[in-house]
């Protein structure tokens, strides 16, 4: 082995390699199993290989770990992993548990875990990074940090639920759909107390990569208060799924609690049949009037919070600017923006050839309308033309694959080193109505 000791959090996101350097995925996880009477041993690694599949990788077959990079013998079962009883995942349910030195010099916080070689082939935990409490008021003030040994502490036995601090610390730089990935393959209890940890513009957005049975069982551990905050940064399109899915008397209650802004866009996105136009796009497209100049155009879409598909381009409406608008004009996309000046009117710049579809539009002649075009976003107009939203390709891919897609595993080869399984095309379940009827 290249490395005789090896910090576990250092080793979340380190590459995967065979013995050719090609890349086979990223470790997201270390495995022990407990001993009586010797520190756990570790048993392999979770590793996440493409298609965000995560699968076990034996310790026995990984042949060097150093220099931010793991080499294996090549050789990796792509089955989906599950935990075993007595099998204990580090970065997920470790880090952050309160442990007693066993000198009775108090309590410390499991901040990183040491593995090292013991022999050919086998690694055991040789040392904790553990933190003691702070003991100054300041609220930037830190514990001291101190190593011990396995033998030199023991766990608590007050049955308080373990800290999720450090692993939110762990994840942070994860993009939301990868945190949300990581977050499933959590126990259900460590999963919402991890939620319950998250910032409530971090947590929106990890719940718009979930799941819906997910969704609704982290928002259900919440307060209502809470819950409408979280409801409150998420999409409207999105937060209209999630509401769709709890019982009436909560989706009401969830609404009268958010933002007045907000839940009236929400209450408007529930009018309508989800396998509409109306019922996948979203109400916050950038909407201009026809004066506007490009250098303002392109101002708005620079924004760091805008999502691509938003940012392809800006709708162009008489006033008022907000859904539902004035009358709908036309799209300026971001390509034809670049090619004049900056003080051009967007006015004079739309397309043409672009035709809005309707709210009542089926899905299927969205997707065909993107496809058509080679679109990333399309304008949806109400019965007087204006404009209430827009369905971007996100929207359409988020209806047509299945519900269970970011955890959906085709038979694999039982030991490749590449993901090659594809997706089904089906039709996700529909949606139930608050406040008024499908249209």
Not at 124 to 136: D, N, Q, W, Y
Not at 289 to 316: F, K, M, N, Y
């Amino acid at each position: 082995m290249s490395a005789a000791r090896v910090f576990v959090a250092r080793l979340a996101g380190c590459s995967v390699f065979d013995p050719a350097g090609d890349k086979v995925g990223r470790v997201r996880d270390v495995l022990i199993v407990y001993r009586q009477k010797e520190p756990p041993r570790v048993v392999g690694l979770i590793v996440e290989v493409p298609g965000k599949r995560r699968v076990f990788l034996s310790i026995g077959r990984v042949t060097s770990i150093g220099s931010g990079q793991i080499i294996t013998t090549g050789l990796i079962n792509l089955r989906r992993f599950e935990q075993r009883g007595g099998e204990v995942r580090v970065i997920a349910e470790v880090l952050g548990r309160q442990m007693e030195l066993v000198d009775r010099s108090g309590t410390a916080t499991i901040e990183d875990v040491a593995i090292e070689e013991s022999g050919q082939g086998e690694w055991a935990v040789s040392e904790l990074f553990l933190r003691r409490p702070k003991t100054s008021a300041s609220p930037f003030a830190k514990g001291v940090t101190i190593f011990a040994k396995w033998s030199e502490v023991r766990e608590r036995s007050t049955g308080e639920a373990q800290s999720a601090t450090q692993l939110l610390a762990t994840y942070e730089d994860l993009l939301p759909a990868d945190l949300a990935n990581a977050l499933l393959d959590l126990p259900e209890q460590r999963m919402l107390e991890v939620a319950e940890e998250m910032s409530d513009e971090r947590l929106a957005d990890v719940l718009e990569e979930m799941p819906e049975s997910e969704q609704v069982d982290i928002l259900g551990h919440l307060d209502d208060d809470r819950a409408a905050d979280v409801l409150d940064q998420m999409q409207p399109d999105d937060a209209a799924d999630l509401i769709a899915q709890l019982s009436d008397e909560r989706g009401e209650a969830l609404l009268d609690l958010m933002q007045p802004e907000e839940a009236d866009d929400v209450r408007m996105l529930l009018l309508y049949a989800p396998d509409t136009a109306g019922g996948l796009m979203t109400t916050e497209p950038i909407i201009v009037s026809a004066d506007t100049t490009v250098a303002e155009g392109l101002a708005l879409i620079r924004r760091h919070e805008l999502a691509p598909a938003l940012g392809a381009a800006v709708c162009v409406t008489l006033p008022p600017y907000e859904p539902p608008t004035g009358r709908f004009l036309g799209m300026v996309h971001f390509q034809r923006m670049l090619r004049y000046p900056p003080m051009e009117r967007l006015g004079t710049l739309l397309d043409q050839k672009l035709e809005p579809v309707r709210a009542s539009a089926s899905a299927a002649e969205v997707a065909r309308t993107l496809a058509s075009y080679n679109l990333v976003s399309l304008p949806v107009v109400d019965d007087n033309h204006r404009l209430v939203g827009v369905v971007t390709i996100d929207d359409v891919l988020d209806y047509l694959l299945p519900d269970d897609w970011r955890s959906h595993d085709d038979d694999p080869s039982p030991a490749v080193s590449a993901d090659t399984s594809t997706i089904p095309v089906v039709v996700s379940s529909g949606r139930r109505h608050l406040n008024g009827p499908s249209h």
